[in-house]
């Protein structure tokens, strides 16, 4: 399988629950990104890893927790979430983080829906 | 304060006419600019970019154009097609950022009518 994989593509969660989303890259890039979009708002950047290190938190509420376990895979983990975190949230890699010639690719999301 | 601003949320063209996506940016430091579509239920697809020592990029039907001076910058999409049809992201980076982040714009959704 090629490109970025994200899993699962919906969740619906109870605020009290703990989920985690998933998302795997075969493209050999060396970065990658966790991403939040809600409707009509611009792409809000929430955590990046370049080679398997945190280098980025967007003061991000510690609800949510990443986790880089290698180059290939990226994990968000949620517990006692909000309902106004409910929006899409996209994973995205690069060959690197200083790629500028270079766009990001995307997984197609994550729609999380907190109630 | 947005730095990168699409001020249309939406767009309507009817097929085989121009489409013209603008964005507009805050900061002069930018010097680099990506564009991204969207389809329902993807991920964005990166499109074509610039960089700010050109005032022109061009891919097939779609052309990016950069005013420095303005702060602006449009895509071109020639002639339009069913296909086009998704929302638009506007995307902004600077050398100086060591963050190397990309600050983005909130999207305009493009309409294709046939």
């Known amino acids: 399988e090629t490109g970025v994989t994200q899993t699962p593509r919906h969740l619906v969660m109870g605020m009290t629950n703990k989920k985690s989303l998933k998302c795997e890259q075969h493209?050999?890039?060396?970065?990658m990104y966790w991403y939040k979009q809600s409707a009509k708002k611009p792409l809000e950047l929430m955590f990046v890893?370049?080679?398997?290190?945190?280098?980025e938190n967007n003061s991000v509420p510690s609800r949510f927790s990443p986790e880089c376990p290698n180059s290939s895979h990226l994990f968000l983990h949620l517990h006692t979430l909000q309902p106004e975190d409910s929006a899409l949230y996209l994973c995205a890699s690069s060959q690197d983080r200083t790629a500028f010639n270079y766009g990001y690719t995307f997984g197609s999301g994550t729609r999380l829906t907190v109630v | 304060d947005q730095q990168v601003k699409q001020n249309s949320p939406s767009l309507s063209v009817q097929e085989g006419r121009i489409s013209i996506l603008n964005c507009d940016y805050t900061n002069s430091m930018f010097d680099y600019f990506l564009w991204y579509k969207k389809y329902p239920a993807e991920g964005p697809t990166f499109l074509i970019s610039i960089s700010s020592i050109k005032d022109k990029n061009e891919d097939g039907r779609f052309t990016v154009f950069l005013n420095k001076s303005a702060k602006h910058l449009s895509l071109h999409i020639v002639p339009s097609q069913p296909g086009d049809s998704a929302v638009y992201f506007c995307?902004?980076?600077?050398?100086?950022?060591?963050?190397?982040?990309?600050?983005w714009g909130a999207g305009t959704k493009l309409i294709i009518k046939p």
């Open positions: 493209l050999g890039h060396n970065a």
């Open positions: 995307a902004a980076r600077s050398t100086a950022d060591s963050n190397y982040q990309l600050i």
């Open positions: 890893y370049s080679l398997e290190e945190r280098v």
